[in-house]
């Protein structure tokens, strides 16, 4: 069996870049992660991720944007229980 050193590999393999944060619950951190990093990073991981009332009937929401693609853990009950959250950025979750 012919083996291929993993140092062969690597530039076959994607570069991934990740960021985690814990964001306090502050609108100002998430936007500006999600408008900032998106040239440079894949992968956000948000601890105390902001959400926003996005209807009169006071239901909160995700902050919606252009590039990124929210992703909620599946143990989530509700999102006022959820303490953290993933956001890939569309090319990663289109490939």
Request: glycine residues 2%.
């Amino acid at each position: 069996m012919n083996s291929m050193p993993i140092s062969s590999l690597t530039p076959l393999l994607p570069t991934i870049k990740i960021i985690q944060l814990n964001c306090n619950k502050k609108e100002s951190t998430v936007h500006g992660l999600l408008n900032i990093c998106f040239n440079d990073t894949n992968l956000l991981l948000l601890q105390e991720p902001w959400w926003a009332q996005i209807s009169s009937n006071s239901i909160k929401g995700l902050v919606s944007h252009r590039v990124w693609t929210p992703i909620l853990p599946t143990t989530v009950q509700s999102i006022d229980n959820s303490h953290y959250m993933l956001w890939l950025t569309s090319d990663l979750v289109l490939a």
